[in-house]
């Protein structure tokens, strides 16, 4: 039971235009949701969070967008950079369960082609 | 840098062995979780330690072990192995264990022969 998904594997992207990456989630008792950048034998970066009571955070080129009656959430990068290649996570996590573990998704390879 | 360390970077064992996962939190956290990744399985939530007291448990199966010390760097024990246990094990930290970004180390990549 995959409560968090993300179902594009992977996505190409021209150096400079907009990076779209789509998050799904089952469990409406999610309340902050969180986005992670890998790259190739590092660990999961902290990139960006939102939380449930909010439907926008922006950090420079990253913003998250969250549309709770859809559970669904998008992170943009604006302009994308090749640096930006990486396997990006959605996360979450749901408070009163008792524990603050983080469910990811499977990760969207992103690739920036200069 | 995360600030967390993780200790070896790389373990090859066989199949029955034991061994033991080491991390470091970043100066300052309480908290410390321990996330498998394996193939097709995804970044899975194991356990986690808040001030050297086991606050939650995941997916983690009887013959996995964990600890938190005084020092608040935490162990994860892995025993009687098997050739799915095969992963990268990752552990995180944060302050308080609260919604707060939790901090992952570079994991410990773990390979049954």
């Known amino acids: 039971d995959q409560q968090v998904k993300q179902n594009s594997p992977s996505l190409s992207v021209q150096e400079g235009r907009i990076s779209i990456l789509n998050c799904d989630y089952t469990n409406s008792m999610f309340d902050y949701f969180l986005w992670y950048k890998k790259y190739p034998a590092e660990g999961p970066t902290f990139l960006i969070s939102?939380?449930?009571?909010?439907d926008k955070n922006e950090d420079g080129r990253f913003t998250v967008f969250l549309n709770k009656s859809a559970k669904h959430l998008s992170l943009h990068i604006v302009p994308s950079q090749p640096g930006d290649s990486a396997v990006y996570f959605c996360a979450s996590i749901w408070a009163g369960a008792g524990s603050y573990q983080l469910t990811f998704g499977k990760g969207t390879k992103l690739s920036v082609i200069p | 840098d995360s600030g967390v360390t993780q200790t070896p970077k790389h373990l090859i064992t066989a199949t029955g062995q034991r061994v033991t996962l080491r991390c470091s939190p970043r100066s300052g956290d309480l908290s410390v979780y321990w996330y498998q990744q394996s193939l097709d399985q995804g970044l899975q939530f194991l356990i986690q330690?808040?001030?050297?007291?086991?606050?939650a448990k995941g997916n983690i199966l009887e013959r996995f072990s964990a600890q938190q010390f005084p020092d608040l760097h935490s162990e994860l024990n892995l025993s009687s192995l098997e050739l799915g246990d095969s992963a990268l094990y990752f552990c995180?930290?944060?302050?308080?264990?609260?919604?707060?970004?939790?901090?992952f180390g570079d994991g410990t990549r773990l390979s049954i022969l």
């Open positions: 995180a930290s944060n302050l308080r264990g609260g919604n707060q970004p939790q901090h």
């Open positions: 330690y808040y001030n050297g007291e086991e606050r």
């Open positions: 939102i939380s449930s009571i909010k």
